[in-house]
């Protein structure tokens, strides 16, 4: 019998960064075959490609042992070929009942009148084919989140889908709600359909899962049987083997708290948040996607209002209420999506490192002169490539932007910083400048840097001191010298 | 190499990016547009290329240029405001009622500019604080505002204005430049420095480019977009003062259809439909385009039913034209 679905040495880059490296992937029917890896190891860029949000570089796709011919592969043949994906955000209409969600696409009825009668039958149908009791006529806006999950799942089989893909379904349900998922997934998987699985929560995976493909750096580094599988491995698997951190030049860091965080909460995000940053160090911070590192940050720099907790500057407790204020306390933020942002995009690129210099300012009216010196001056220091100052930051590459984000700080002599996600999609060589800027940046002993990232290896060479988050909780620190990259994934997935 | 001989160089690579960045701005081939329409329509009538035509252009062009200027702020900022040509007529009216009550000249401008702010001002809240998208804000207010000019002088025209207020509409320095095109070349060199050198200018344009990174970088937006909302309000309102003194009547129904008008001049300047990027002069030019165009049809006996066909193309055709420039 043929494979339900085989992905044969799928290959895809982005700007020339290799995502996808020869992965083979195997399916079979009525099987939940779990892929992990860490955050950026091509699992999303993998799917979809399957689910035709992406097109492939080269490599082949069979479905039940027929070549699928990927030139006019898209997201509508991947319906039609019975592929289907469960997103997070939901493809359901909050405003329709459920059962005219489930007609959706296709209304039942005779010269454009639609036949309320059998929306109402194909609904019941549909729900009692999953054993799924779920009112038909409710509006999809009052259901929760594992209802509308699982009504989504139900609408796919409803459309005849052979190959279910569910990118983390867990996330945000509770654990009542994780039951009766699970307990639909061995209802569909006796129907043949196979099921693919994307999760980090490895505890789950023991109870749901049939195999594991481990995905690392673009390549698959191993498929096994969840049967007798030993967690450590998979962890291994997915860290690869310990390499060398590069040596640090040792720096002096300042025994005086300089910025301190206590018990900061803000519900559904994070809870009990506290630390201290002191001068001169460059505090790392890492965790999953859904950790709430994000969610942190932005609550640091005034975004996000929190609810309880305090925040001090030098002692003295400040009240950051919006993004002005953290400015106005010397505090900078680069957040993890510089062009949506960080950047005014289709301004040059000395507007944009004068930007938050010129909103300190006091003076109302401001000299051109003395502007272009002082953009000259970081573009020159920090060595940021452009045909001149004036060109549109948009035609600059992402290391060269995430340049122009510090020079923005930096122009405006800010003395505490929070890097989310710095290198996100930056390529190797411009990394190590982001690296150099920041050593820089912490080296003469006055400033400090909050260092955020969910890679490991970059976390464990950076950083001082390591914060670990996981599900809104700061749960363990480590000391980057002594610890090892298995170790931080295994307190990033929450392990014991 | 020496020193000097670099220096030279980069001084000459400097000049070309200047050219050609000149080269791809519209505002250029606008300009250029502009100076062959006027020796078109010369041809076609000799009265049009008279000393008197020209300064009856930049006449014409004033009110106009003055409402583009104004909308400008808005336009660079990423907003649009569709309310200019009632407020317009509102604080026509509102200037009206301040000189009958009154009579004197500059209490009168000075009420028809607070109307002018102080509706720019309820714009500006609206999108602030209610959250509306500028277009629809505007709008609303596009109707209120005319509305108000009706009730304030019960649909009357305001007659009578004394000859030191119509001076600003109709009078000549030195007897042959009109005073509203000194009002132009005076307010459009300060806004031009404005946008330039000063931090409210910088930041309009940075809300127009990215207005959740301009609120990253520390900048409270909500007083720049309201005082954006007020500049053009109270251009609207200068305008309005020098069409009533040209006319030497204050009308509830005047400024109709001027939003289509000014909005059409920035974006024939090569403003940019999604904020960040234009140049004031631009507009100013666009204005002229504009102006001329109505000049021209005038000339040649078009009717002013056609007019309105044409201003209707020239918005669509600059926009589609910066569109195409911008998928380059």
């Known amino acids: 019998m043929p494979d339900l679905l085989y992905m044969e040495k799928i290959n895809k880059s982005f700007f020339g960064v290799k995502v996808l490296n020869d992965v083979s992937f195997r399916l079979q029917k009525g099987e939940v075959h779990v892929i992990l890896g860490e955050n950026g190891a091509g699992k999303s860029t993998l799917i979809k490609i399957l689910s035709g949000a992406y097109t492939l570089d080269t490599g082949k796709i069979f479905i039940e042992g027929k070549e699928i011919n990927m030139g006019s592969y898209g997201p509508e043949v991947a319906a039609q070929l019975g592929v289907s994906t469960i997103y997070q955000n939901f493809h359901l209409v909050p405003h329709l009942t459920v059962a005219e969600n489930i007609s959706l696409s296709n209304f039942p009825g005779k010269r454009g009148f639609i036949s309320w009668k059998t929306v109402g039958q194909k609904a019941k149908t549909v729900l009692d084919d999953i054993h799924f009791s779920l009112d038909p006529n409710l509006p999809v806006k009052k259901l929760s989140v594992s209802q509308k999950q699982m009504l989504e799942i139900a609408i796919a089989l409803s459309k005849n889908a052979r190959i279910i893909i569910m990118d983390e379904p867990t996330a945000a349900i509770s654990k009542r709600e994780v039951e009766t998922l699970f307990q639909l997934i061995e209802e569909i998987k006796k129907k043949g359909v196979g099921i693919i699985y994307i999760s980090h929560k490895l505890e789950e995976i023991r109870i749901i899962g049939d195999t594991i493909t481990v995905l690392r750096d673009g390549r698959d580094v191993g498929t096994l049987s969840v049967q007798n599988v030993d967690l450590n491995e998979v962890v291994n698997l997915m860290i690869g083997k310990e390499v060398k951190s590069t040596p640090r030049t040792l720096r002096t860091i300042g025994e005086e708290p300089f910025f301190q965080c206590d018990t900061l909460s803000i519900s559904g995000s994070f809870h009990n948040i506290s630390f201290t940053v002191h001068k001169g160090e460059i505090l790392g911070l890492t965790g999953l996607v859904g950790s709430g590192k994000t969610e942190l940050a932005r609550a640091i720099f005034g975004i996000d209002r929190f609810l309880s907790g305090e925040i001090s500057l030098n002692h003295q407790s400040v009240h950051i209420v919006n993004p002005k204020k953290a400015v106005q306390y010397g505090i900078g933020y680069l957040p993890e999506d510089r062009d949506v942002s960080g950047l005014c995009l289709n301004m040059p690129v000395k507007d944009n490192i004068t930007l938050v210099f010129l909103a300190k300012l006091k003076s109302l009216i401001f000299s051109t002169m003395k502007e272009r010196k002082q953009a000259n001056q970081y573009i020159g220091n920090l060595k940021i490539k452009v045909t001149d100052m004036s060109q549109q930051v948009k035609y600059l590459s992402g290391g060269n932007k995430q340049k122009v984000i510090f020079a923005k700080w930096l122009a405006a002599h800010c003395q505490f910083l929070v890097l989310d996600e710095p290198t996100i999609g930056i390529d190797v060589g411009a990394r190590e400048e982001i690296y150099n800027l920041i050593y820089d940046f912490v080296k003469t002993g006055h400033n400090a840097v909050l260092f955020i990232s969910s890679d490991i290896p970059e976390i464990l060479t950076i950083s001082d001191r390591i914060l670990v988050m996981s599900r809104g909780q700061i749960v363990s620190e480590l000391d980057p010298h002594l610890t090892t990259k298995q170790e931080v994934m295994t307190r990033c997935l929450n392990l014991k | ?328």
């Open chain 2, 1 to 328: 190499m020496s020193e000097q001989e670099t220096e030279g160089r980069k001084k000459t690579g400097h000049v070309l990016s200047i050219i050609q960045n000149l080269y791809r701005q519209q505002s250029l081939s606008m300009l250029f547009i502009l100076i062959i329409m006027w020796f078109v329509l010369a041809f076609l009538s000799p009265y049009f290329f008279t000393i008197n035509n020209i300064f009856e252009i930049t006449l014409q062009s004033a009110v106009i240029a003055l409402i583009a200027a104004g909308e400008s702020f808005v336009i660079f900022s990423g907003g649009i405001d569709l309310s200019v040509g009632s407020v317009f007529a509102f604080a026509a009216i509102v200037g009206g009622l301040a000189l009958q009550s009154t009579g004197s000249i500059f209490l009168t401008i000075v009420a028809a500019i607070l109307a002018g702010l102080f509706a720019g001002f309820c714009n500006g809240l609206a999108i602030i604080k209610l959250k509306i998208p500028p277009f629809v804000a505007t709008l609303g207010m596009m109707g209120i505002a005319r509305g108000l000019a009706l009730i304030l002088c019960n649909g009357v025209p305001i007659y009578g204005l004394p000859a030191g207020y119509t001076w600003i509409g109709q009078g000549r320095v030195a007897g042959i430049v009109p005073v509203p095109t000194l009002i132009v070349i005076f307010f459009f060199t300060i806004m031009f420095f404005v946008l330039r050198n000063t931090r409210f200018g910088r930041f309009t344009y940075a809300i127009g480019s990215n207005t959740e990174a301009t609120r990253l970088s520390g900048i409270n937006i909500s007083s720049v977009i309201l005082g954006i909302y007020m500049i053009s309000g109270a251009f609207a309102s200068i305008a309005a003062v020098i069409e009533s003194a040209r006319l030497g009547t204050m009308q509830p129904a005047a400024g109709n259809g001027y939003e289509l008008l000014a909005i059409g001049s920035v974006f024939i300047g090569g403003a940019s439909i999604f904020g960040g990027e234009g140049n004031i002069f631009a507009s100013l030019i666009g204005a002229l385009l504009v102006t001329t165009i109505r000049n021209g049809l005038n000339i040649l006996g078009v009717s002013a039913f056609y007019q309105y066909v044409v201003n209707g193309l020239i918005i669509i055709f600059a926009v589609a034209a910066d569109q195409i420039r911008r998928s380059k």
